[in-house]
């Protein structure tokens, strides 16, 4: 049986929930977290490649760069990073 696009789709919402809420820091876990409630559901597709992308740093690396305590490197300084840093 094949899996239909929406499936595809709602298996990659429940994976990057998941990683969102265990990254290995607390603080970052519980950011992400809630943001993932409030947005995941609603981002494009170029947005969730973006997240998806953005997650594969470091938790220190996230903490730092979403709370403004370590300037975001030109790579990661993104659409999707200026939605994380709003949500603070």
């Avoid at 789709?9 to 929930?17: D, G, N, Q, W």
């Avoid at 998806?52 to 996230?62: A, C, G």
């Avoid at 903490?63 to 999707?80: A, D, L, Q």
């Amino acid at each position: 049986m094949k899996t239909s696009v929406l499936d595809k789709h709602e298996l990659r919402i429940k994976r990057l929930r998941y990683r969102s809420n265990y990254t290995g820091t607390k603080e970052t876990d519980v950011f992400l977290g809630q943001f993932c409630e409030k947005h995941l559901n609603t981002l494009s597709p170029t947005l969730l490649d973006q997240y998806e992308q953005l997650i594969e740093n470091s938790d220190p690396d996230l903490f730092m760069w979403i709370s403004g305590r370590k300037p975001v490197p030109s790579e990661w300084n993104t659409e999707i990073m200026d939605l994380l840093k709003r949500f603070k």
